[in-house]
């Protein structure tokens, strides 16, 4: 049920960002707390303002609740994704390119659960990571998290 709710959102998110020139980045529908949300993420380089989330807000909002059936109440949220958001997206990985990122595993691998490394490359589903000048080619598939690590 969640999925086809995300699905169906992320398709009225998308036309919305697009009407203010944003990118639609990702869409989540969660419970938290007892509280449901919808939360939307956006997206434009010389950063997202409060007038973008409101904008987009109110464009979703006009149809969301006419498209989606989502029983019960739930909250909708629109905000930029913050600096460390997973990475999840081919244009997620060349925006970040030569970035240091934090890689978690499902599973350790070689020992380890959690790489941390400078993003060399992006190919066909694989991410290439620098660890102090070692380069280790990682299956995106299976990583729990890749996210931007703050210094």
């Known amino acids: 049920m969640a ?5 169906q959102a992320s398709k009225i998110a998308e036309e919305a960002a697009k009407k203010y020139g944003l990118e639609l980045l990702d869409v989540e529908f969660v419970t938290e707390n007892k509280n449901r949300y919808l939360r939307v993420y956006i ?3 010389e950063g997202v303002t409060l007038d973008d989330c409101t904008n987009v807000h109110h464009e979703i909002n006009k149809t969301i ?22 990475l999840k997206s081919e244009k997620d ?23 941390e490394g400078k993003l060399t490359g992006y190919d066909n589903g694989f991410i290439t990571i620098d660890i102090d000048g070692v380069e ?16």
Do not use: Q
């Open 3 to 7: 999925n086809k709710i995300v699905e």
């Open 43 to 45: 997206y434009k380089p």
């Open 65 to 86: 609740d006419d498209v989606i059936e989502i029983e019960g109440e739930y909250f909708l949220e629109v905000s930029s994704p913050g600096y460390d958001r997973s």
């Open 93 to 115: 990985f060349s925006r970040y390119m030569g970035e240091k990122i934090s890689v978690k595993f499902f599973a350790p691998v070689n020992g380890k659960k959690v790489y």
């Open 136 to 151: 280790e080619k990682i299956e995106v598939v299976k990583t729990s998290k890749i996210k931007r690590v703050f210094e």
